[in-house]
């Protein structure tokens, strides 16, 4: 797991199955030859059925480098839509790099996980994968009943606040790829509108549609969580 060097993380073992190796590195540069280092002593000292990872650039690189000198199956998995997207490569100019190697490694690889059926057409096209097995569409999994089984009374009786009737609650990246500002559209639509939206979010606000305000895309990487409050139609 990257994780900068300032920070001092420690190997962790969570279970009997489960060890965690942070790669102590002093910036993202030095990341690849890090996770190379552990990887590879742990691949001398124990036997790997399989090596998994967890995107097809830096990650993948690694991998592939373990499969062709320790000769371990390789699977890659694709949590986005990378391949070709003109979305994504526009995003910064690295990912136009990160797309050619992403697509040199998915096509070394011995499997593919993707999260959609959309994605997998798309892989069996730009790759020209000629056995469709090759890539599982395995989404990732949801343990919903930590959140349904939870009472949230108390924050809709603290932010409501007999003012609105519904609640949006966001956790993740302020990245232009989570289209944040459609989502709060989305929400709006069904709004009754005698009052305008409300947010409550970290600084750096950009004004919406309606009134609401949204913490800055650029103002961090890190995940940020912030409640929607609107009236909808009954």
Request: with cysteine.
């Amino acid at each position: 797991i990257y994780s900068p060097k300032e920070l001092g993380l420690k190997p962790q073992n969570w279970a009997n199955n489960l060890w965690i190796y942070p790669t102590d590195s002093k910036c993202k540069i030095m990341f690849v030859l890090d996770a190379l280092k552990i990887a590879t002593k742990i691949c001398r000292e124990r036997k790997m059925d399989l090596i998994t990872t967890e995107d097809p650039f830096t990650t993948g690189l690694i991998g592939f480098l373990l499969k062709k000198r320790f000769k371990i199956p390789l699977n890659v998995q694709v949590h986005i839509d990378f391949c070709d997207n003109v979305y994504w490569l526009n995003m910064r100019k690295i990912n136009k790099f990160f797309n050619r190697l992403g697509k040199f490694i998915l096509r070394r690889t011995d499997t593919i996980r993707v999260g959609t059926y959309n994605e997998k057409k798309k892989l069996i096209k730009k790759l020209n994968v000629k056995k469709e097995d090759k890539i599982s569409v395995i989404p990732v999994n949801l343990d919903l009943k930590k959140s349904s089984n939870v009472n949230g009374d108390l924050i809709k009786q603290r932010h409501l606040n007999d003012r609105f009737n519904q609640m949006l609650l966001f956790t993740g990246r302020l990245v232009p790829q989570k289209d944040i500002p459609t989502l709060l559209k989305a929400a709006t639509f069904s709004a009754a509108v005698p009052l305008p939206p409300e947010i409550i979010a970290p600084a750096c606000p950009i004004l919406l549609p309606g009134g609401a305000v949204l913490p800055a895309t650029k103002a961090t990487t890190g995940l940020v969580t912030f409640f929607f409050m609107y009236n909808a139609a009954s």
